[in-house]
T-cell receptor, first 112, second 115 residues
Framework: GDSVTQMEGPVTLSEEAFLTINCTYTATGYPSLFWYVQYPGEGLQLLLKATKADDKGSNKGFEATYRKETTSFHLEKGSVQVSDSAVYFCALTNTGGFKTIFGAGTRLFVKA | DVKVTQSSRYLVKRTGEKVFLECVQD?????MFWYRQDPGLGLRLIYFSYDVKMKEKGDIPEGYSVSREKKERFSLILESASTNQTSMYLC??????????????FGSGTRLTVV
C-alpha cells in the first residue's frame, strides 16, 4: 500500500541555519504531496503542496519539489527562525482524495 | 476564517466510560475524518465520512464508532474507553475532489487521557 517515510527527529538547529527534512513515498497512481506543520498545542496546518511531478510548492520561505524519479518531497528552508519550531508532517493524498497517508512527523527545534 | 472546531482541548476519562468527541466544521464540506496522533506513529485514520449518515472504517477502527447526523458535525465515540486509547485525536474535513489540491483542514485536537 501507499506509504510515507520521513527522517526521524528531533532536528535541532541554530537560528539562520539551513533546514532539510527528508521525505520519500511509495504510491500507486499520481498522488498529491503535502507538508503540514503543527505548532505546539495546535492541530495541523497546510504548509505547502505539489500536485504533479516537478511541481515546486513554497510558502513562508519553505520549499519542496515533487520528484517522481526519486519518489521524494524534501522540505527545505534557507534560514530558519525560532518561530519555525514545530512538528512537520509529510503526506500524500491519493487521486480520490479520500485517503491521506502521513509520515511519522519530524520535530524541529530552533535555538536563538 | 474557515474552521474545524473540536469541542474539548483536554479530556480525562476513566476506563470503561463511554466517551464522545465532537467536531464541527463551518465550510459545508462533505468529507470529514477522525485521526489519532501518537509519537513516532504519525496520524492514523480511524473513520471517515463522505456524506450525512455515511461512514467508512479507516486503518484502526477497533474500539471506536462514529456518528454523522448532520453535515457539519462528526462525532467519534469510544464505546468503552481503555488506557491504550490515550492519545491526541484530530478531526479534519475536505471537499470531495479538492483534497488533492487544497489538502485537509484540521481542528486543534483533543488530548484524551484514559485513567
Amino acid at each position: 500500500g501507499d506509504s510515507v517515510t520521513q527522517m526521524e527527529g528531533p532536528v535541532t538547529l541554530s537560528e539562520e541555519a539551513f533546514l532539510t527534512i527528508n521525505c520519500t513515498y511509495t504510491a500507486t497512481g499520481y498522488p498529491s504531496l503535502f507538508w503540514y506543520v503543527q505548532y505546539p498545542g495546535e492541530g495541523l496546518q497546510l504548509l505547502l503542496k505539489a500536485t504533479k511531478a516537478d511541481d515546486k510548492g513554497s510558502n513562508k520561505g519553505f520549499e519542496a519539489t515533487y520528484r517522481k524519479e526519486t519518489t521524494s518531497f524534501h522540505l527545505e528552508k534557507g534560514s530558519v527562525q525560532v518561530s519555525d519550531s514545530a512538528v512537520y508532517f509529510c503526506a500524500l493524498t491519493n487521486t480520490g482524495g479520500f485517503k491521506t497517508i502521513f509520515g511519522a512527523g519530524t520535530r524541529l527545534f530552533v535555538k536563538a | 476564517d474557515v474552521k474545524v472546531t473540536q469541542s474539548s482541548r483536554y479530556l480525562v476519562k476513566r476506563t470503561g466510560e463511554k466517551v464522545f468527541l465532537e467536531c464541527v466544521q463551518d465550510m459545508d464540506h462533505e468529507n470529514m475524518f477522525w485521526y489519532r496522533q501518537d509519537p513516532g506513529l504519525g496520524l492514523r485514520l480511524i473513520y471517515f465520512s463522505y456524506d450525512v449518515k455515511m461512514k467508512e472504517k479507516g486503518d484502526i477502527p477497533e474500539g471506536y464508532s462514529v456518528s454523522r447526523e448532520k453535515k457539519e458535525r462528526f462525532s467519534l465515540i469510544l464505546e468503552s474507553a481503555s488506557t491504550n486509547q490515550t492519545s491526541m485525536y484530530l478531526c479534519a474535513s475536505s471537499e470531495p475532489g479538492q483534497a488533492t489540491n487544497y489538502g485537509y483542514t484540521f481542528g486543534s485536537g483533543t488530548r484524551l487521557t484514559v485513567v
